[in-house]
């Protein structure tokens, strides 16, 4: 019997990166997860049978504590990140986008290059980089949040340009409006603003993000899926959302 391939998700304790644990797990996955809260990324995890590790990807330390001892590697879901604030270019608040940069940006390179030998010893190994509408349209108020989510539709171009010929897939997806703590982050525990993101429409939920990660990662070894663009029904851009009164 072939051993089960191994999925490491970055940020797994909540939201999109918890609902791509649980959907990969079922494909038959070994899952290793990180992110900082462990108690909550044990609740993910234990039930999955999950390696769940600490892990901050603003750390290189933390970063390459994580990777040691993970000997095998065929899927990376590259999720850790998200916004902070919603603020004018001339109020920025410069660690806020600091942070944006380091956690979607710097963090996703850094797991990456220290799972990549692993990843390609796979063949296939399989990057998922988890974008964003964001990172396709900019809005008022987003340009640092923006800034980090154009650049990771960039690297993810960059990775399948240098590694063409060997055998590693690099898919992005890139979700709209997804109900999760992003917004209750963003605005830093203010729960009424986060709420009012969602108010008279109905987002996409977790779980929707995480079947098309599935999908990606499930094709023919041969298929490479670039990019997914997934919105709410109720979204037409980052800017125009239809809501109910
Ligand atoms: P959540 O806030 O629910 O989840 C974010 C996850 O990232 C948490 O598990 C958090 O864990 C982890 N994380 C944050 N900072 C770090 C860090 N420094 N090191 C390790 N892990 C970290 O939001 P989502 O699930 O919505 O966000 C997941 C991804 O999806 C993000 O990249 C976000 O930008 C992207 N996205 C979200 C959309 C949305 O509308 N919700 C739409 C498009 C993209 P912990 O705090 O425990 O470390
Ligand atoms: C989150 C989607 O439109 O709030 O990445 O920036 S958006």
Partial sequence: MSEAKVAVVTGASSGIGAAVA??????????????RRLDRLQQVGEPLNADCRYLDVTSASSVAEFCKSIDRSDVLVNNAGGALGLDSIENAIEDDWEQMYNTNVLGLMRVTRALLPSL????????????????????????GYNAAKFAVKAITQVMRMEWLGRPIRVTEIAPGLVETEFSLVRFKGDSERADRVYNGLE??????????????VTRPSHVNIDEIVLKPLAQASATMVSRKQ
Avoid: K, M
């Avoid at 990969?24 to 992110?35: C, E, H, I």
């Avoid at 964003?132 to 108020?141: F, K």
């Fill in 22 to 35: 649980r959907s990969l797990s079922l494909q038959g996955f070994r899952l290793v997860l990180g992110a």
């Fill in 203 to 216: 987002p996409l939920t977790a779980e929707d993000v995480a079947e098309a990660v599935c999908w990606a």
């Fill in 120 to 143: 390609e010893a796979a063949n296939p190994g399989h990057v998922v980089n988890i974008g964003s509408i964001a990172g396709r349209e900019p809005y008022p108020g987003g340009a």
